[in-house]
């Protein structure tokens, strides 16, 4: 697929398996510093809790760099580890699953433990209200002043994103298109400004 889903809004769900109740909250965070700063806002929000458990993807669903997870205290690979299977085979990117769980006096084993954090990491991805999220890439635009006013109109009218304006002799604009449909955007960029443009793009920076 050229995109994934992410989350619109943190969202909570609730699960109550032999007496233990897993609460289980999603949320969006792009980058490990977003991740780690909503799993530690779970643990101040439930600090009786006997585990807040987690597993993030925080980028694109095929960035390793920026995945994880924790058994926060439940026997290792029972918690963390189910969560992020989950995760991964999800479509999910740019998200993180806290699993918190209040023991209720009866143990669930280990297998009993992977299932329930498995579960409750399942159905919450099922519920959780996304979006798609389009994999941008950035592309630095140099036009003379006497473009401006149409080359602007234009962007506001499609999908691309402003990042930077710096002006100088020419002005640059730093944009973020959606790999999929800039091709065709980038033809029609060309013939609106008749060629007088500079690009620069990954490819060819």
């Known amino acids: 697929m050229d995109y994934y889903l992410s989350p619109t809004h943190t969202q909570r769900f609730d699960l109550e398996i032999k007496n233990s109740q897993f609460i289980t909250t999603v949320s969006r965070t792009n980058g490990r510093e977003a991740a780690k700063a909503f799993i530690n806002e779970m643990r101040a929000k439930y600090p009786?809790?006997?585990?807040?458990?987690?597993?993030?993807?925080?980028?694109?669903?095929?960035?390793?760099?920026?995945?994880?997870?924790?058994?926060?205290?439940?026997?290792?690979?029972?918690?963390?580890?189910?969560?992020?299977n989950v995760l991964q085979h999800s479509d999910f990117g740019e998200t993180t699953v806290v699993v918190t769980r209040f023991f209720g006096g009866i143990k669930l084993g280990a297998g009993?433990?992977?299932?329930?954090?498995?579960?409750?990491?399942?159905?919450?991805?099922?519920?959780?209200?996304?979006?798609?999220?389009?994999?941008?890439?950035?592309?630095?635009?140099?036009?003379?002043?006497?473009?401006?006013?149409?080359?602007?109109?234009?962007?506001?009218?499609?999908?691309?994103?402003?990042?930077?304006?710096?002006?100088?002799?020419?002005?640059?604009?730093?944009?973020?298109?959606?790999?999929?449909?800039w091709p065709e955007q980038k033809v029609i960029l060309t013939d609106l400004c008749q060629g007088s443009l500079t690009l620069i793009e990954p490819d060819n920076a």
């Open 48 to 84: 009786d809790a006997n585990h807040n458990c987690w597993s993030f993807v925080a980028g694109a669903p095929n960035n390793v760099h920026l995945w994880d997870q924790s058994d926060d205290g439940e026997p290792k690979g029972t918690a963390g580890k189910p969560m992020m």
């Open 112 to 181: 009993g433990l992977v299932r329930a954090y498995s579960q409750a990491t399942q159905e919450a991805l099922l519920h959780t209200e996304h979006e798609k999220v389009y994999p941008r890439s950035p592309v630095e635009l140099k036009i003379a002043y006497s473009l401006l006013g149409k080359v602007e109109y234009w962007l506001e009218q499609s999908d691309i994103e402003i990042t930077d304006k710096t002006y100088s002799d020419n002005i640059v604009i730093n944009l973020a298109v959606i790999e999929r449909t």
